[in-house]
C-alpha cells in the first residue's frame, strides 16, 4: 500500500513548495514527468529520439507515451510508499490512467487543491519583484524592499517579470481554469479530494496537508 499524491491549484498558488515541503517530511520522491522528458530528451535511445523530434515539432508527447514513463518511474523502489506528482495530470484522460496505475500498484489517490481567490494571486503575483543585478526576491505586499522599489542588498532599481502585470496574470489564471475544470469535476467526485485555503501562511498549509495525508495513509506505516 501506497499513496500518490497529486497537488492541484493555479499558478502560483505555492504548488511547488508544498510538494517539496511533503516530499522532506515522507522522504518521497517528487517527480515531474516535464524533467524526466527533458532528461529522456538528452539521452540517445529510440524514445529520446522520439521525445526529441516531438519537442521540436512544438507537439505534446502522447498520453501513451507519457503513460509509459510514468510506469516506469513510479514503479522503482524508491516510490513504494508513495510519490508526489508534479505536473501530472493534466486532464481527465490522464487522471483515468493514473487511477489505473495506482490500482496495479496498490496505492491510493490523493487529491489536494491549493484554493486561492483570484484577487489575492493576482496581487501575489503582481508584487513581484526582482533585482537584476544580485537575483533578491522580493514581494510589495508580503516582503516589500525597506526602500521602495530598491535592493535591499545591492542598492539596483527592482524589476518586474513581463508576465507578472496584472492583464497577464488574470489570462493566466483563465487558461488555467478552462483547461483543468474537467479535472477537477473528475477529482471533485472522488472520495479522496480535499481543499485547502492556499491564502494561509505556508507553514499553516503544509500542516494541514500533512495531517490529510498522514489520515489517509493511516493504516500504511508511510515512516
Ligand atoms: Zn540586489
Redesign the pocket.
Known amino acids: 500500500m501506497g499513496a500518490i499524491i497529486v497537488l492541484m491549484g493555479m499558478p502560483g498558488a505555492g504548488k511547488g513548495t508544498q510538494a517539496r515541503l511533503l516530499a522532506q517530511r515522507f522522504g518521497w520522491p517528487q517527480i515531474s514527468t516535464g524533467d524526466i522528458l527533458r532528461e529522456i530528451a538528452e539521452t540517445e535511445t529510440e524514445l529520446g529520439r522520439l521525445v526529441r523530434q516531438t519537442q521540436k515539432a512544438g507537439q505534446l508527447v502522447s498520453d501513451e507515451i507519457l503513460a509509459e514513463i510514468l510506469r516506469e518511474r513510479t514503479g522503482r523502489a524508491d516510490c513504494q510508499r508513495g510519490y508526489i506528482l508534479d505536473g501530472y495530470p493534466r486532464t481527465a484522460a490522464q487522471a483515468e490512467f493514473l487511477d489505473a496505475l495506482a490500482r496495479e500498484q496498490g496505492k491510493r489517490v490523493i487529491v489536494i487543491h491549493i484554493v486561492v481567490s483570484r484577487d489575492s494571486l493576482v496581487k501575489r503575483l503582481a508584487g513581484r519583484r526582482s533585482?537584476p543585478?544580485?537575483g533578491?526576491i522580493y514581494n510589495v505586499h508580503l516582503r516589500p524592499p525597506r526602500e521602495d522599489e530598491r535592493?535591499d542588498?545591492?542598492g539596483?532599481p527592482l524589476l518586474r517579470r513581463a508576465d507578472d502585470v496584472p492583464e497577464a496574470i488574470e489570462k493566466r489564471c483563465d487558461v488555467y481554469r478552462e483547461k483543468t475544470a474537467p479535472l477537477l469535476d473528475y477529482y471533485r467526485q472522488r472520495a479522496a479530494f480535499f481543499e485547502v485555503d492556499g491564502e494561509r501562511p505556508i507553514e499553516e498549509i503544509f500542516r494541514q496537508i500533512e495531517a490529510i495525508v498522514r489520515a489517509e495513509v493511516a493504516g500504511d506505516d508511510p515512516r
Open positions: 533585482c543585478r544580485c533578491e535592493c542588498r545591492c539596483a
